[in-house]
């Protein structure tokens, strides 16, 4: 069965049965799918392990001493007895606090001094928390699913940089071509605000999706792993869309920036091959931040399963 199902019949959170997997409580067989990806499979033996370690941890052992009672059973009553001195120990700290409680005044009093009367008897211990934080092992998976989000995000800030100085010359940029072959650009508003907002809208979606991204980095919901990568598609297709006059600056900025690169002396002798390398090397960053976001979707449900 999978962890949905386990988690329903023994009451315990998934990051609480990942919890005990990771401490060596149980083995529960990992089925390789055909996609390369592993999904944990739960047999009913697992599952009856599971509840009598959840009763146990109820009880108040921890896992190290159920691992121990486990491994070595003979050591079981040790284990009890340390655990009897543990509770009594316990059950005296809370009787102390009883009694100190029992003698503060219900008249008006401040919760400071509540909190001074108890400091003396409160135990200095807290509440165990070990089955709500991650081990080391998940921390660890949680960061490699991470890794192809990260990248994407690289990815995606390069293609920001990119867009935003094609879109601003685009729409702010003037052209003066020189008679030698040469060219200066000066900067001046000289087109109107529907030719600006078309010259930086892949620029924006792209920028909508690297934030998408980051908040999806913090926060590990693949909701924003989803809507960056359909903005960043969206960025992409803008370009198909665009007006010609916004799409012919657009291109005329791009074969400046490599007019005299390498790639035009590699090219120049098919100036179809150079118009075709201008053309869809826009794309670039979009295409690889759309492969590593898919990739990251993967990773992040398999973190999940």
């Not at 146990?56 to 896992?63: D, E, H, V, Y």
């Not at 010259?199 to 693949?222: D, E, K």
Request: neutral net charge.
């Amino acid at each position: 069965m999978r962890m949905k199902e386990v988690c329903e019949r023994t009451g315990l959170t998934d990051r609480a049965v990942r919890l005990y997997i990771d401490s060596g409580l149980l083995t529960p067989e990992r089925v390789r799918m055909y996609s390369g990806r592993s999904s944990i499979h739960f047999s009913e033996e697992d599952v009856a392990v599971l509840d009598s370690v959840a009763v146990l941890r109820k009880a108040g052992f921890s896992i190290a001493d159920i691992k121990r009672m486990m491994d070595i059973p003979c050591d079981i009553p040790a284990v009890i007895a340390a655990h009897r001195r543990a509770l009594e120990a316990d059950i005296a700290d809370k009787k102390a606090i009883l009694a100190t409680l029992s003698g503060v005044s219900t008249a008006a009093v401040s919760y400071t001094e509540v909190a001074e009367i108890l400091r003396a008897s409160a135990p200095p211990t807290t509440i165990p928390k070990e089955d709500h934080s991650m081990s080391i092992k998940e921390i660890t998976r949680i960061i490699k699913g991470r890794i192809p989000s990260l990248l994407a995000l690289a990815a995606m800030l390069f293609g920001i940089e990119n867009l935003l100085s094609l879109g601003i010359r685009a729409a702010f940029a003037e052209l003066t071509l020189s008679s030698g072959g040469g060219y200066t650009i000066g900067y001046a508003s000289i087109y109107e605000p529907p030719f600006v907002i078309f010259a930086l809208t892949p620029f924006v979606l792209l920028t909508a999706a690297a934030v998408l991204l980051l908040i999806h980095i913090i926060g590990g919901r693949q909701k924003w792993l989803i809507g960056a990568l359909i903005c960043g598609i969206l960025s992409a297709a803008s370009f198909f869309i665009l007006p010609a006059d916004v799409a012919e600056r657009l291109y005329l900025f791009e074969f400046l920036d490599y007019r005299y690169s390498f790639m035009h002396g590699i090219l120049y002798s098919t100036s179809d091959g150079f118009d075709l390398f201008i053309k869809t090397l826009k794309f670039i960053p979009h295409l690889i931040a759309a492969a590593l976001a898919v990739v990251g979707l993967v990773c992040e449900k398999e973190i999940t399963e």
